[in-house]
């Protein structure tokens, strides 16, 4: 049988139960077509980096699936009906990993390191310059400027419509 990797994006306005249930309801497909279902990451609500379906958000759950291609078929075309499910993505693999995926170590590292707060921030770049003391420029003067200092204003020459 073949070893595959299968992510599949769920709707942002299900429940973790309901995600839940739809990973049974995809895990008794593989069974009962001869397959079986490993490993099963919820990494949970991600935003998207564009909308999909009017969805901003969505569930991504990584599945580990042993089993032959008529089973592996049968789930995606089952996943293309349901409204639940926005998209798909299947990998042949040779093995399938140990431990946990790329994305659950991620998560693990974060919690590790600590949150925002305590992250050092090395020397400051052009973005982060001080916008205190202007030096030699004198502050600027937005309000009750009438313009009056320019003196009075002259109709253009050689145009249209002005006054002579």
């Known amino acids: ?25 995809y895990k008794g497909v593989i069974s009962a077509n001869g397959g079986s279902v490993g490993r099963v990451e919820n990494w ?3 935003s998207l980096t564009y ?13 580990d699936i042993t089993c032959p291609p008529a089973a592996l078929n049968e789930m995606e075309r089952q996943m293309g009906l349901s409204e639940d499910v926005l998209r798909f993505l299947t990998i042949k693999v040779d093995a399938h990993e140990e431990g946990p995926s790329a994305m659950m170590q991620k998560r ?5 390191r600590g949150g925002f707060g305590d992250r050092d921030r090395g020397p400051r770049s052009f973005g982060d310059r001080d916008r205190g003391d202007r030096g030699d420029r004198p502050p600027r003067s937005f309000g009750g400027d ?10 253009r020459e050689g145009v249209e419509g002005s006054a002579e």
């Open 1 to 25: 049988m073949a070893l595959y990797e299968h992510v599949f994006l769920a709707r942002q306005d299900l429940s973790q139960q309901q995600v839940d249930a739809l990973v049974e309801q």
């Open 44 to 46: 949970g609500l991600k």
């Open 51 to 63: 909308r999909v379906n009017k969805n901003r958000k969505a569930y991504y759950t990584l599945m």
């Open 108 to 112: 693990e590292e974060r919690s590790e």
């Open 146 to 155: 009438t313009g009056a200092d320019r003196g009075p204003r002259r109709p």
